[in-house]
Structures are given as C-alpha cells and as structure tokens.
C-alpha cells in the first residue's frame, strides 16, 4: 500500500512565511512557542503519522470495527496505536495547561492534525471527536464537570463522542427528540442517536458522550434542547469509572468509506435511562454548539486536505512507476512524463497547497480571535464555511483524479487509490453538508453583516495584487493579473448578490453553492499568490527552502492560477444568472 | 553512573542521494537531516539504562557546524539530559572526531560512551575504535545487547559467525548494531522539555585539538544505474547466460 511522506517542507512554509508563526506567537505572548519549536513537533509527528498509524489505514478499510452486544471492537493494531498516540502526549497539544495540556496554539495543532488524518483518517477521527468534547466543556462545562472530565479527556486516557443526529434531526438539529428528564442533580436520558463516530470501541477505560437531549418544559424548537455529559461508565468517589450507565451501541453501520471508524447507532435509556450532566444551562444546547463549530467544521475541512495530500502522493509515486508507450529509441515512457498525467499531478498539487494555505491561514485566526483581535474573529467566521465546504468539495475532485492517474488499477480496490476516493466521500456530509456551509457563507456570513467581513478580505486581495502588479518579476506581475481579473469576477459575483437578496427570496438559496466554491477558488488562488510573493524575496536571501522548493511554489501558483483561478468567473456568471431556473419544473416533472 | 553518546547529523534515510554535478560530493543542499539511526539506538540504551535506574545522567555530544544541534535537541527530546555541540566548519573525519571526543570524554569522565557503530552517510564504521585506541579503553562493538552488572559491562557481539559475548571493565565504549533496541518516538512533553535542557557550545581549540587532514576526498560518483532485466525462455538459455554472460558459474 501506499507509503506516506510528511510534507514537512510546505507546512513550515506555511507556518513560518505565510502566517509568520513567530510574529503571530510574539504578538499573542506565547513566549515558548517558535518556528523552530514548531517544526520540532510536527517533524516528530510525522514519525508516528507515517510509521505507524499510515501503515494501519489500509487494515482499518478492510478490517472495519465490529459490534457484538452492544460493544464495538474496533480494527486490529488501532488500540495499540492509540496507547502509543496517547503516551506520547499528542492528545495534549492545544489543550489548556490547567488540565495537563500543552497549550500550544491552533494553528500548530491544525499542522499535525494534518498529518493524523492523511495517514489514518479513520482512526484519527477519534482524537479529533475528543477535542470537539473537550472543546465544550472548557467553554460551558461547571467547574465541576470540568475537574472530573477534562484531564482524562485532555491526555487521551478517555475519549469524546458527539452525539447530535437522530433519524430525523440530521440538518435540522431543531428537530432532536431525544428525552432529558430531571432525576435530583442530575437527568435521566432516552432517545436514539445515529451515526456516531467512534461512539463505542475498547481502546480506553472510558467514553464521555456529549448528547444533545429535551427537557420536558422545554420549548419547541432550537430553544429547546440541552447539551448533556453521558458518560459510558459512571464515575465512582474517586473520580474512576465505574458502573456501567444506560447506553449503548445498538448497531454499526456498513458504510462507503472510513470503515476503521466504528459509525454507531446509540440507544440511550434502554433502561433506567442513562444519567447524565447538564453541561451550561438549560435550553442553550444548540447555542452552545455553535460556539464549537467553527473548529470542528475547520477540522473536517483540514481533512479534505489530508486525504487529497495522501492520493497525491501515492499518485506521483505510481506516474512513475506504470510505463505506457515507447520512445524512439524503444525505451518505455513512464506516465508521468505524458502531458494529462502531468496536469493531474499538477491540479493536485496545486490544490493540495491552496488547501495548505487556507486551513493553516483560517487555523491561525482562531488563535488570534481567541486573544481577542476582532477583526481575526470575523474573519474566522468567514473563512469557516469555505474550509469545511470547498475543501471537502475539492477533495472528491483531487481524489477521484488520483484513481485517475491509476487507470484500470485505480478502479481495483488492492492499490489502495479506491480507498482515499471512498473514504474522501463522506467529508462534504458531516458536519453540516455542503448545502448548509453554501447557506452559512452567503446568509450568516455576508447578508448578515452587509458584506463588511467580505469586503475586508476583498480588500486584503486587492492589496496582494498591487504588490504582484508592481513586482519586478514578470511571473508575478501575471499571476497578479489573473487575479485581478478573479477578483474582479467574485467583487461583481458579491456586490450582485448584497444588491438583490432582500428582495428576492429564492436568489440566496439558488445561488449559495457557487457562491461558496466561488470564494474557495479565490481564497486559495490569492493564498498561493501570496506564497509566491514570499518565495519570490527569499529567493533573493540565504533561506533554509533552496531554490527548487521555491521555484515549485512560484509555478505551482501559476498553475493554479491557470487551471482553477478561472473557476472563479465560471461561478461569478452562474451567480449572475441567479440560476432563474432551479425551480422551474413542478416536482411531477423532475 | 554517566553515560555519554555521540550522535551525527547525516542525510535522512528516506532520502534519495544525489551527487553533485562536478562529483565533489553528495548534494546536500536542502536536504532532509536527521539523527544517524544507529546513533538513536545507541541513545535509546542509554536513556533506558537511566529509566532502569542504572544511570544517572545521560550527555549527549556531536560535532559540526550548528545545524547538528538539532540532532542534540533531538535526543534530548528522547530522553537525554544536556548536549554538548563541538562546533567545527565541516564534518571532521573519523580520527579528528575521535580526538575531540577523546578530550570530551577525558573533562566528563564517564562510565560508559555509547556510540553508533557507523554513521550511515560515511558507512566507515571506525570512530568508536579510534577513540578506544585514543583512550586505551576496552570496547565491545556492534553490540545487540548491553548489561552492567557490578562494575562490568556484558556486551553481546553480532559477528560473522553468530553471537559472541565479552565482558569489558568499566569505563568501556560500546558501538551499537540495529538488534540492540528499537528507539522509542519523542513525546510531546519531552519535546518541549528539551528545549530548555543544557546545550554546551565548544570548538575545538577550546578542547586543545587540532584538526589535521588525515584523508582527502577525491571523486564521489553515483553507483552505476540498475539496468533494467531480461525475461529468458528456458533453464538452458539462463544458464547459458549466467555461465557465459554474467560469468557467475
Ligand atoms: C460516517 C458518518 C459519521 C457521522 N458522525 C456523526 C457524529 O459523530 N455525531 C453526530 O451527531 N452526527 C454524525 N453524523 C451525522 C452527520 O452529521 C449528518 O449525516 C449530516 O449532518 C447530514 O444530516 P442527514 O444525514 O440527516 O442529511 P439531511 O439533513 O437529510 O440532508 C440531505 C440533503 O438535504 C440537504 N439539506 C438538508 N437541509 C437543508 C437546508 N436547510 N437547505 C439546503 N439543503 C438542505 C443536505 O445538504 C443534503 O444534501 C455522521 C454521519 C456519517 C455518515
């Protein structure tokens, strides 16, 4: 199967130039942290990334998680694996020092989270799940709830689940029915959840559920429901689990991809009902999952990244490997050496970094939002969206290409292409689709403040093409003209959709997934012409990159700018149009 | 007990070797560097004799330009206690690293120096034994196990013929072979914990060496390119073609 490289180059690229970590760390007054530090840890990373959990990811597809009454036992090697992640203390990374975390910043967790979901995105769902829970409980668990979970959450010794679908609240979360009731300080849950990830397995002594539950007065609606702490075992005196509570995995489903992920329907209340902790207070449930959620959907996001990186790599490795057609001289021509392979490799790669860029870019904000710039804030909220929604979107196509590079064998499930092009498929379905990301960035997002948050990152565009345009180089001066023109494109795209929404109800709907992919091609376009511009100076010094990495950043900006930036007028004339005609047919007629 | 390793910064393993066009050297331009994997062995024994109680401290040494402190702060970050860079332009051949570490080790006095049997960029597979000669220390080389009982240390040996075990007075020089133990990941916590360790910086006119050319670097060239294979037809032909072609039979 396919072997896995840390792409320790780019990341430190990204880290250091592009988002200048030291500055931002100087600024945010984390004296301990630097670019040295941070290439130190995600180097290491890399070490048990592709050591030992890569070599795992293709046992996991094959070897899925079971369920036998009410237990789920996940892949061979996983449990082994996670001690491992766990003893080394990578669990601890962001978490807050007064829980036995690292405090690192979120950008640097994000940079080694890459690496955890290229080389097994199955199994690092799991860590990523207790950091969503983990994330919760800082923001609006009591005190209480915070010295009896966090710790053991923080360092690994247990993990988190969400558990927010049910058959009939997937989109709509307003919908939930599970049943909270009141049983003296604390609550007795019943109800169904499905499609929890990593809802039950044995790797751990425990497992903290977070469950989205009604009281009985409560009101209809997202007013009315509550989030609540489910722990798998209860705790005794000392703070160790001990009975077993009213909760269960009824179930596991058969699924497309991710297969080493154990998906769960959960039944809770079979029983007694399963006890449970009001975390925060009543009735604030879905409000206080929105706090969350811009780093659980900048998460996801960050693993269309991943998987398209892992398909990239195996695909360069096989262009070289498959010879078709012949030289003059008889000699046998690798693949890669034919043009449309070449343009794959190149889209990917191109992709790959644009990806690299926003995420880390997007990632760095929540630090600086976290210290309270708010500009960084809104900025965050903005970009949100566009991580979760065009890099998983883009992942399908990055992937799907990667199949492509294979041909025949890609289609063949034992090359392993297969497995990154089905396990990529489900990135735009959680967390919210890409249909409620598209509705987040144009309603949320834009029409709610204006257009003021899009047009200060317009404006930070326009400044990068000045600089391109008043370059010295000619390659720049180019890629600042073509993405003059793109933004130029998005400006009409926006200022079209700010000037009509209001009156025109069914525009926002119709319009909102180009509008999505539209911003998406231009941030990432913009990200990497920027990154040229950082490559084009240090050119010009004594850098630890060289020449070649710099020159590769330089064309691989100039691809994108050729290959994707002009996706960005495409989506502009489709706003434009306003797709007059999505409901043109009565539903008899579709 | 002290124990002192040497580590080398050398070209990482993964990496594919390129020479330079006008065959002065191997490229290392921008290349990926790492700790020599048998060096990493060699402080994995030591730090786990210091878990087990058995050492106290661990020290680690490496000589080169500044870039190597990298691989001290790496192996600090598994495990070891403080790091001593001896700064030097270039990386010193075999007998001028065994000479500086002679002085290391004669300032530092420990028990035990654990060391790589070979560093994987050079393969020369000859510092630990210099430096024994230099100290007239006894040494048990390309060691797969190690035990230190009541002032001795037993040293497994992989040689040609199978295992031999010696016994070597202390203080003694062990070189490691890739058998003797697989080196533990750094932990989080210790990466950060290695940052504020110790790192002493030394040249080598501190340490009163002076570094003479010993051996001078002629030509490096790639090894010739594999060709690519034949299919044969029958048993006769292969032979045919081993015997008469090959000339291996
Ligand atoms: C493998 C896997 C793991 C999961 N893990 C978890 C987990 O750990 N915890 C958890 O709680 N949930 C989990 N989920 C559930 C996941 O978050 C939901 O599947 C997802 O939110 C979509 O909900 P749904 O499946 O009900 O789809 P629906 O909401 O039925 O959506 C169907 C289609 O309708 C569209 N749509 C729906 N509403 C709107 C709207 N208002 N406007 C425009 N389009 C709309 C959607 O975009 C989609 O295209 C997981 C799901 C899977 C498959």
Same mark, same amino acid.
């Given at each position: 199967?396919?072997?896995?490289?840390?792409?320790?180059?780019?990341?430190?690229?990204?880290?250091?130039?592009?988002?200048?970590?030291?500055?931002?760390?100087?600024?945010?007054?984390?004296?301990?942290?630097?670019?040295?530090?941070?290439?130190?840890?995600?180097?290491?990373?890399?070490?048990?990334?592709?050591?030992?959990?890569?070599?795992?990811?293709?046992?996991?597809?094959?070897?899925?998680?079971?369920?036998?009454?009410?237990?789920?036992?996940?892949?061979?090697?996983?449990?082994?694996?996670?001690?491992?992640?766990?003893?080394?203390?990578?669990?601890?990374?962001?978490?807050?020092?007064?829980?036995?975390?690292?405090?690192?910043?979120?950008?640097?967790?994000?940079?080694?989270?890459?690496?955890?979901?290229?080389?097994?995105?199955?199994?690092?769902?799991?860590? *990523?799940?207790?950091?969503?829970?983990?994330?919760?409980?800082?923001?609006?668990?009591?005190? =209480?709830?915070?010295?009896?979970?966090?710790?053991?959450?923080?360092?690994?010794?247990?993990?988190?689940?969400?558990?927010?679908?049910?058959?009939?609240?997937?989109?709509?979360?307003?919908?939930?029915?599970?049943?909270?009731?009141?049983?003296?300080?604390?609550?007795?849950?019943?109800?169904?959840?499905?499609?929890?990830?990593? &809802?039950?397995?044995?790797?751990?002594?425990?497992?903290?559920?977070?469950?989205?539950?009604?009281?009985?007065?409560?009101?209809?609606?997202?007013?009315?429901?509550?989030?609540?702490?489910?722990?798998?075992?209860?705790?005794?005196?000392?703070?160790?689990?001990?009975?077993?509570?009213?909760?269960?995995?009824?179930?596991?489903?058969?699924?497309?991809?991710?297969?080493?992920?154990?998906?769960?329907?959960?039944?809770?209340?079979?029983?007694?009902?399963?006890?449970?902790?009001?975390?925060?207070?009543?009735?604030?449930?879905?409000?206080?999952?929105?706090?969350? *959620?811009?780093?659980?959907?900048?998460?996801?996001?960050?693993?269309?990244?991943?998987?398209?990186?892992?398909?990239?790599?195996?695909?360069?490795?096989?262009?070289?490997?498959?010879?078709?057609?012949?030289?003059?001289?008889?000699?046998?021509?690798?693949?890669?050496?034919?043009?449309?392979?070449?343009?794959?490799? *190149?889209?990917?790669?191109?992709?790959?970094?644009?990806?690299?860029?926003?995420?880390?870019?997007?990632?760095?904000?929540?630090?600086?939002?976290?210290?309270?710039?708010?500009?960084?804030?809104?900025?965050?909220?903005?970009?949100?969206?566009?991580?979760?929604?065009?890099?998983?979107?883009?992942?399908?196509?990055?992937?799907?290409?990667?199949?492509?590079?294979?041909?025949?064998?890609?289609?063949? =499930?034992?090359?392993?292409?297969?497995?990154?092009?089905?396990?990529?498929?489900?990135?735009?379905?959680?967390?919210?689709?890409? &249909?409620?990301?598209?509705?987040?960035?144009?309603?949320?997002?834009?029409?709610?403040?204006?257009?003021?948050?899009?047009?200060?990152?317009?404006?930070?565009?326009?400044?990068?093409?000045?600089?391109?345009?008043?370059?010295?180089?000619?390659?720049?001066?180019?890629?600042?003209?073509?993405?003059?023109?793109?933004?130029?494109?998005?400006?009409?795209?926006?200022?079209?959709?700010?000037?009509?929404?209001?009156?025109?109800?069914?525009?926002?709907?119709?319009?909102?997934?180009?509008?999505?992919?539209?911003?998406?091609?231009?941030?990432?376009?913009?990200?990497?012409?920027?990154?040229?511009?950082?490559?084009?100076?240090?050119?010009?010094?004594?850098?630890?990159?060289?020449?070649?990495?710099?020159?590769?950043?330089?064309?691989?900006?100039?691809?994108?700018?050729?290959?994707?930036?002009?996706?960005?007028?495409?989506?502009?004339?489709?706003?434009?149009?306003?797709?007059?005609?999505?409901?043109?047919?009565?539903?008899?007629?579709? | 007990?002290?124990?002192?390793?040497?580590?080398?910064?050398?070209?990482?393993?993964?990496?594919?070797?390129?020479?330079?066009?006008?065959?002065?050297?191997?490229?290392?331009?921008?290349?990926?560097?790492?700790?020599?994997?048998?060096?990493?062995?060699?402080?994995?024994?030591?730090?786990?004799?210091?878990?087990?109680?058995?050492?106290?401290?661990?020290?680690?040494?490496?000589?080169?330009?500044?870039?190597?402190?990298?691989?001290?702060?790496?192996?600090?970050?598994?495990?070891?206690?403080?790091?001593?860079?001896?700064?030097?332009?270039?990386?010193?051949?075999?007998?001028?690293?065994?000479?500086?570490?002679?002085?290391?080790?004669?300032?530092?006095?420990?028990?035990?120096?654990?060391?790589?049997?070979?560093?994987?960029?050079?393969?020369?597979?000859?510092?630990?034994?210099?430096?024994?000669?230099?100290?007239?220390?006894?040494?048990?080389?390309?060691?797969?196990?190690?035990?230190?009982?009541?002032?001795?240390?037993?040293?497994?040996?992989?040689?040609?013929?199978?295992?031999?075990?010696?016994?070597?007075?202390?203080?003694?020089?062990?070189?490691?072979?890739?058998?003797?133990?697989?080196?533990?990941?750094?932990?989080?916590?210790?990466?950060?914990?290695?940052?504020?360790?110790?790192?002493?910086?030394?040249?080598?006119?501190?340490?009163?060496?002076?570094?003479?050319?010993?051996?001078?670097?002629?030509?490096?060239?790639?090894?010739?390119?594999?060709?690519?294979?034949?299919?044969?037809?029958?048993?006769?032909?292969?032979?045919?073609?081993?015997?008469?072609?090959?000339?291996?039979?």
């Amino acid at each position: 199967m396919s072997t896995y490289n840390p792409p320790l180059q780019d990341a430190s690229f990204v880290l250091d130039q592009l988002i200048g970590l030291d500055q931002m760390c100087n600024d945010l007054k984390l004296d301990e942290v630097n670019s040295e530090l941070a290439s130190v840890i995600v180097e290491e990373a890399g070490k048990l990334a592709s050591e030992v959990l890569a070599p795992l990811n293709s046992v996991g597809d094959q070897n899925g998680a079971t369920v036998s009454e009410g237990a789920v036992t996940e892949t061979q090697g996983f449990s082994d694996a996670y001690q491992q992640f766990v003893e080394n203390g990578w669990a601890t990374l962001t978490g807050p020092e007064e829980f036995g975390g690292q405090a690192l910043p979120n950008v640097l967790g994000t940079a080694v989270n890459e690496l955890w979901h290229s080389s097994n995105m199955a199994f690092a769902l799991c860590p *990523m799940l207790s950091q969503g829970a983990v994330e919760a409980l800082i923001a609006h668990g009591s005190d =209480e709830l915070k010295a009896q979970y966090l710790p053991q959450l923080i360092s690994g010794e247990w993990t988190g689940t969400m558990n927010l679908t049910e058959p009939n609240a997937g989109s709509d979360l307003a919908a939930v029915s599970a049943k909270a009731v009141p049983d003296g300080e604390q609550f007795r849950i019943s109800g169904q959840k499905i499609f929890i990830t990593w &809802g039950d397995h044995q790797m751990t002594s425990n497992i903290v559920h977070l469950v989205l539950a009604r009281l009985p007065d409560a009101p209809a609606g997202v007013k009315g429901i509550s989030l609540f702490i489910v722990p798998k075992y209860l705790l005794d005196e000392q703070g160790q689990p001990a009975a077993q509570n009213d909760v269960s995995c009824v179930s596991l489903e058969h699924k497309m991809g991710i297969h080493g992920s154990p998906t769960c329907v959960m039944s809770f209340g079979d029983n007694e009902g399963a006890i449970g902790y009001l975390v925060g207070e009543a009735n604030k449930g879905l409000s206080y999952m929105f706090t969350m *959620m811009n780093h659980a959907r900048q998460s996801v996001g960050l693993q269309g990244l991943s998987i398209s990186e892992r398909a990239y790599q195996q695909a360069v490795q096989y262009s070289q490997e498959r010879f078709q057609g012949s030289n003059r001289d008889g000699s046998k021509i690798a693949i890669i050496n034919h043009p449309d392979v070449r343009r794959m490799l *190149m889209a990917m790669k191109a992709g790959n970094e644009a990806m690299r860029a926003l995420a880390y870019s997007a990632a760095a904000d929540i630090d600086r939002a976290h210290h309270g710039d708010a500009a960084s804030r809104s900025r965050v909220e903005l970009y949100t969206p566009i991580v979760k929604g065009w890099m998983t979107e883009l992942a399908q196509e990055l992937t799907s290409l990667n199949v492509q590079v294979h041909g025949g064998m890609g289609f063949i =499930e034992e090359t392993g292409a297969a497995q990154h092009y089905r396990d990529a498929r489900i990135l735009p379905i959680y967390e919210g689709t890409t &249909g409620i990301q598209a509705l987040d960035l144009i309603g949320r997002k834009t029409l709610f403040d204006n257009g003021t948050a899009l047009k200060h990152l317009q404006q930070e565009i326009q400044a990068s093409v000045d600089t391109l345009r008043n370059s010295e180089s000619e390659s720049l001066q180019q890629l600042g003209r073509k993405l003059e023109t793109a933004l130029k494109q998005a400006c009409n795209a926006g200022d079209w959709i700010l000037d009509n929404a209001a009156q025109d109800k069914e525009l926002m709907g119709n319009v909102s997934f180009d509008n999505l992919m539209m911003m998406g091609y231009l941030t990432g376009g913009w990200l990497l012409a920027k990154s040229a511009i950082q490559a084009e100076q240090l050119k010009q010094t004594d850098n630890a990159y060289g020449a070649p990495f710099l020159n590769a950043k330089i064309s691989t900006a100039q691809f994108f700018a050729d290959h994707y930036l002009p996706r960005v007028g495409q989506h502009s004339e489709t706003i434009l149009t306003g797709l007059r005609h999505t409901f043109a047919l009565d539903i008899d007629l579709l | 007990m002290k124990i002192l390793v040497t580590v080398k910064r050398v070209i990482d393993y993964n990496v594919k070797v390129r020479v330079k066009s006008d065959n002065t050297d191997v490229d290392l331009a921008n290349v990926k560097m790492a700790l020599n994997p048998f060096c990493e062995i060699a402080v994995e024994e030591a730090v786990r004799l210091k878990e087990a109680g058995v050492a106290t401290e661990v020290v680690v040494v490496s000589i080169g330009p500044k870039a190597c402190q990298e691989q001290i702060r790496t192996a600090l970050a598994l495990g070891a206690d403080r790091g001593i860079q001896i700064e030097t332009d270039s990386m010193p051949e075999s007998l001028n690293a065994a000479k500086l570490l002679a002085k290391v080790i004669a300032e530092e006095q420990p028990e035990l120096i654990v060391m790589g049997k070979q560093a994987i960029d050079s393969d020369n597979n000859q510092t630990g034994q210099m430096l024994a000669a230099l100290l007239d220390m006894p040494q048990g080389t390309f060691a797969s196990e190690l035990k230190l009982e009541s002032g001795k240390a037993q040293v497994t040996r992989e040689v040609d013929g199978g295992l031999q075990t010696v016994e070597l007075n202390l203080p003694a020089i062990v070189t490691t072979d890739l058998r003797l133990n697989e080196p533990r990941y750094a932990s989080l916590p210790n990466i950060m914990k290695a940052k504020r360790k110790p790192l002493a910086v030394k040249t080598p006119a501190d340490l009163g060496v002076e570094l003479k050319e010993h051996s001078k670097l002629i030509q490096v060239t790639p090894p010739a390119e594999r060709q690519a294979g034949i299919k044969v037809a029958s048993v006769d032909e292969l032979v045919e073609k081993l015997k008469n072609e090959a000339k291996v039979i």
